[in-house]
Each structure stands twice: as structure tokens, then as C-alpha cells.
């Protein structure tokens, strides 16, 4: 059975850190993604990964946001830094890889496999 699970989320205050993780199983990774929805429910894609390499950052993280993969545990991470109120969303990974969303990210459902999420909130 294909799962991921992300982990790591929690709540930190403005410039703060998070590295969050999304660990699978079933498969191993190749091309994926990690995506966040906030308060506008639009899903928004924020890094894509390819074989350990990135190949893509969301506007809104480049220089912040960094991924890295342990092949050895088939997990991936998500590395946050200078974080910002407006980075706080319920962040997923995902086998999906999309690069234009206009609706919430469980529309896309049938574009990947998707974890379940992890809350991420930025205080000022």
C-alpha cells in the first residue's frame, strides 16, 4: 500500500525555523512535491523534488525553503526558514507534481498520492 506521512509541523513565532518530513511507503521517491494550503483554500505548490535534486521553488519561498531527501529512511524533508505569518497553512507532500492550482489541494487528489498534511502556524 502506497502511503506518505508528513510530520514536523508545529507553531514558531516570525523568523523562526521548521524542517518538516514526509516519510513513504510503498514506493520510492522520484519526482515529488510539497504543497501548502492556507486560509484561501487554494492550493499553492511551494518545492518539487527530482531524485534528491530540487527543480522547482514557489515565488513566495525561494531563499527560505529548502528540500532534502535520506534515501536510506525513503523520507524526504522540507527545510523552513525566516518563516512569515503568511507561510502558515496545512503543508502536504505529494507524488503530484502541478504546477498552476486554483482549488483546494484535495481536488487534485487524483493527480498523485498525497499525505495527510501538517499544520505549520507563523505568529507575529
Known amino acids: ?42 492550493c499553492e505548490p511551494v518545492l518539487f523534488m527530482n531524485t534528491g535534486f530540487t527543480s522547482y521553488y514557489g515565488d513566495s519561498v525561494k531563499g527560505r525553503f529548502t528540500a532534502s531527501q535520506d534515501n536510506a529512511k525513503n523520507t524526504v524533508y522540507l527545510h523552513m526558514n525566516s518563516l512569515k505569518p503568511e507561510d502558515t497553512a496545512n503543508y502536504y507532500c505529494s507524488t503530484a507534481i502541478v504546477r498552476t492550482m486554483t482549488f483546494p489541494c484535495e481536488k487534485y487528489d487524483g493527480f498523485g498520492y498525497w499525505g495527510q498534511g501538517t499544520q505549520v502556524t507563523v505568529s507575529s
Open 1 to 42: 500500500e502506497v502511503q506518505l506521512v508528513e510530520s514536523g509541523g508545529g507553531s514558531v513565532q516570525t523568523g523562526g525555523s521548521l524542517t518538516l518530513s514526509c516519510s513513504a511507503s510503498g514506493f520510492t521517491f522520484g519526482e515529488m512535491g510539497w504543497y501548502r494550503q492556507g486560509p484561501n483554500n487554494v
